[in-house]
T-cell receptor
Framework: ETGVTQTPRHLVMGMTNKKSLKCEQHLGHNAMYWYKQSAKKPLELMFVYNFKEQTENNSVPSRFSPECPNSSHLFLHLHTLQPEDSALYLC????????????FGSGTQLSVL | DQQVKQNSPSLSVQEGRISILNCDYTNSMFDYFLWYKKYPAEGPTFLISISSIKDKNEDGRFTVFLNKSAKHLSLHIVPSQPGDSAVYFCAASAPGGGADGLTFGKGTHLIIQP
């Protein structure tokens, strides 16, 4: 149990579907992150929320839409994705968001058909 | 352009021997470095970290060395055990006024052979 829970673990969707990824952290942290891991690539930072405010949007296409209703929950809304968006999407949290270790969830393996 | 580089995609080491994983970085602003370990179908888990004010940090079988002048760090695992077989990611961060997250390398797949 890492303290960061992601659902679903696996997701298959068509290019016209709308789906959402959910992340919940039970660590009392104030910062939450979305990372993308594609095959043979480094983990890529997508979004950062610090104290519920979005502080980073790493040039992510608008077909990915994050939502952070409170410090414990983070969503990633997906719509009209492309096959190249197939990847492992990882949620993470940290205490304050200032250059410290991150705690990761197990990820959602997304396949876009 | 990759700011954190792990040039060895995989490394095979015999059980009981020392495993040395290497990482190079290009951003001289990085001042905090971490190693993460990842098993298949799981998220990365934190292993060990080092601040730029140090050149070595040790935790049990794991030691991280930092050479700032060479912009190089390494993770030593001794003795290597079968459970150490995993993908190891090097990560770094720079000081800033907000939550910038971590910059990761591509990872090195460590295989411990019996």
């Amino acid at each position: 149990e890492t303290g960061v829970t992601q659902t679903p673990r696996h997701l298959v969707m068509g290019m016209t579907n709308k789906k959402s990824l959910k992340c919940e952290q039970h660590l009392g942290h104030n910062a939450m992150y979305w990372y993308k891991q594609s095959a043979k690539k480094p983990l890529e930072l997508m979004f950062v929320y610090n104290f519920k405010e979005q502080t980073e949007n790493n040039s992510v296409p608008s077909r990915f839409s994050p939502e952070c209703p409170n410090s414990s929950h983070l969503f990633l809304h997906l719509h009209t994705l492309q096959p190249e968006d197939s990847a492992l999407y990882l949620c993470a949290s940290s205490q304050q968001g200032y250059n410290e270790k991150l705690f990761f969830g197990s990820g959602t393996q997304l396949s876009v058909l | 352009d990759q700011q954190v580089k792990q040039n060895s995609p995989s490394l095979s080491v015999q059980e009981g021997r020392i495993s040395i994983l290497n990482c190079d970085y290009t951003n001289s602003m990085f001042d905090y470095f971490l190693w993460y370990k990842k098993y298949p179908a799981e998220g990365p888990t934190f292993l060990i970290s080092i601040s730029s004010i140090k050149d070595k940090n040790e935790d049990g079988r794991f030691t991280v060395f930092l050479n700032k002048s060479a912009k190089h760090l390494s993770l030593h695992i001794v003795p290597s055990q079968p459970g150490d077989s995993a993908v190891y990611f090097c990560a770094a961060s720079a000081p800033g006024g907000g939550a910038d997250g971590l910059t990761f390398g591509k990872g090195t797949h460590l295989i411990i052979q019996p």
